[in-house]
């Protein structure tokens, strides 16, 4: 109602209504919201449903792991020769038609006064290298007659030389093996863009040649590089007083494989060691079945001259194991090399899809316990007494603790892994048939086991974990401490999750949290709330997957995002539906190794290094990348896009779970082959 003033009168209040048809946010609104966000970091957090919650107090949003790793640039591009017309002195290659460059020379050539010929452009096809082509520019009426090539050469040449290809050549292979296309895909581009191509195989291996030997020195020095920061991290982390270069550091680090082709029947297999405190490559391994070499040359020379030859060929095709078994293969190459760098690759965080762990467990020496009881049967009863007594206790403690006289490698588990464990549990639940207790199938709609509820207990889960990690706990009254809080937050996910009475439903929540049962406020059910019968049927799946083992190895918070993510980067230059031999396998994960840790702008050692000129636009692009991969990594790691991209990912799910139960079974392998069923109903 209207306020008064002091004298007691009545004054009016002028009210405002919004435009109509606005759609935008006020002014006013903006300004409220910068001072918010700079102010504090107050985030709204969903657990179950929106009603289920209330704001609570984050941290601010984190940095993320491509903004520690590459370092910022101001890209500034301006020089004193450009005005303010924006032209400035052309540089590199350009796609230009013959028939606009013909024009062109005989305006110029016309303005002169002292000829009234025609131009012509005519090219010597036999003088064609790669993408360099030789032209002669004639006059039909005076004696003007010069040699240029597309490609760059020396202006007093006045005759085509092989050399004039080279740069362009070179550029156009480097781009083709950063891009995941061949000496075919390159072809077939310049056949859509009318440009003749005529680089042979022999002068394109020699390219791919030239820049593997580039590749392989430039991150040679950079993983020296790598390993000698997370070395230096270690050492002030850890206090060792001992600095000196011989001295062995432990580190933690992350370490996954990958194949060059699904099914696990590979010919090619590669794997990466990441540091934990760093998020870089700090070594890498190849294993590969064939070499293209050794086969093309057994086809073309005889028994004695391949013997000769292969004498002093530095074969790549060498591993003899199956498919599955090169991540453990190379997981042992590159502990085997570690203490040539003076580390210790001693805490290993491993997803436990491969023997991985148990080939390089005690490449280092271990202890007569570790000895003794890490080959020895699980289920027999000695192991059995021995894990249960106080001596196994004394002996964690003092393995994960680092205290121990054993250099055995520490397995940790990745976050995501274990959070993808109970979706698989989950959803092997749901995949099953028959009716539960109260005469209802485990699928349905309201109050069962649908995909987006699993989605949801998974995301629960993994947050409970997330909640409670904690890398500097020393003592194992924290420890433990640290690991009933994970159970405790877990057992709330599940029984948040299902519809009992509210004193049982919420016993398990904290009392200073996301619950609003804890803050005195109303917590009725939902219809995506499970029935209460399936208490009993999640229990011992929550029970297993909250086994204090398991949370010890999660404690820490680590993950293995860092590796999935260079895996991809691998296989976007060499797609794994294509054939590439092992080189062009190993340089594309040289390559993305380049990339992961230091970005677009790692390139150009390369091209240095392999005599390709790095041209101011070849700064320009990579520096603008590098600039896109910072700011969409920020965006990504920001509450608000993963809350909404959680939301879109339960819509999607939901509607499809939705359109499924409306149209029943639509595509089942061999479902539909009766040939007596025309309606397609598969009834």
Known sequence: MPKGNRKGEKKSVQTYKKRKGFHGIRKQDKMKRARLSEASSVTSITFVDDEDVVADRLPKTPVSAAEKKIEKEDADFSSDEEDYTGLKDAEGHRFVAISSLCDTFNRIHSSSGQCEGTIKITEDTNCRYGLSSSFYITCSSCEL??????????????????????????????AAAETGLGRENIAQLCEILNIPFSMAKETWNTHEGALYDAHVSVINEELDINRSEARLLAIEELGIDNDDEETVVPLAISFDGTWAKRGFTSNHGMGFVLSASTGKVLDYAVTSKVCSQCQQSKCRMTK????????????????????PSMETACAKA???????????????????????????????????DCSRYEKMNKNSEEYLTWKNSDKYKKWEDSHMQGTADCCRVIKLDCVGHVQKRMGHALYELHSKSGKLEDGKPIKGKQGRLTKPTIDKLQKYYGNAIRNNVNKDIQSQEDKNNAIRAMQREI????????????????????????????????????PHHLDAVFKDLLEPIYDRLSDPSLLERCLPGFTQNGNESINSLVWIRCPKHKWFGCKRVEMAG??????????????????????????????????????????QAKMRVSDRYKNVRQAIRQSKLKAEEERVQKEGVTYKAGGFNDLTNTTGSGK
């Not at 004695?304 to 498919?323: A, I, P, Q, R, V």
């Open 145 to 174: 007659k010069e040699f240029f090539s597309t490609g760059e050469h020396d202006l007093r040449d006045r005759c085509p030389r092989t050399n004039q290809g080279r740069d362009i050549n070179r550029r156009i292979v480097y």
């Open 304 to 323: 004695e001259e391949f013997d000769l030859w292969f004498e002093n060929h530095d074969c790549k095709g060498n591993f003899e194991g199956s498919s």
């Open 334 to 368: 590159i502990w085997r090399k570690s203490l040539e760098y003076n580390v210790q690759y001693k805490y290993m965080v491993s997803d436990g899809d491969s023997k991985a762990y148990n080939a390089v467990w005690d490449v280092y020496g271990v202890c007569d």
């Open 491 to 526: 057992k709330a996910g599940l029984y948040h999750s299902l519809k009992l009475p509210d004193k049982e439903r919420h016993q398990y929540c904290p009392n200073n949290s996301w619950c609003r049962f804890k803050k005195k406020l109303s917590c009725p059910d939902k």
């Open 590 to 631: 040289i390559s993305a190794a380049l990339h992961f840790s230091n970005g677009a702008t790692s390139k150009h050692a390369v091209m240095t290094k392999c005599g390709i000129p790095v041209g101011g636009h070849t700064i320009e692009g990579s520096i603008r990348r590098d600039q896109q991969r910072v700011q």
